[in-house]
């Protein structure tokens, strides 16, 4: 129980899979992500706000039809 708590506060603090993976002693950062994805809610949110900020105003008033997260029509 320990173990988990600390991979999912880990995870949730923004710490890289592949760091955790070797810290936990999993093979690979898969078996990581097998266990503990669903504490990644936010994945994906830092490249978009990059994008967005490239491109600017423009990007964010199509962002929400056109976000990997939404739902597609």
């Given at each position: ?24 002693g999993h093979s690979s ?11 990644m809610p936010e994945a ?30």
């Open positions: 129980m320990l173990r988990h708590t600390y991979a999912s506060i880990m995870l949730e603090a923004g710490e890289p899979v592949v760091t955790l993976a070797r810290w936990l950062p898969a078996v990581t992500l097998g266990y503990y994805a669903h504490f994906g949110s830092k490249g978009r706000s990059a994008i967005d900020g490239l491109l600017g105003r423009r990007g964010d008033e199509h962002a929400g039809r056109n976000s990997p997260d939404s739902p597609q029509g």
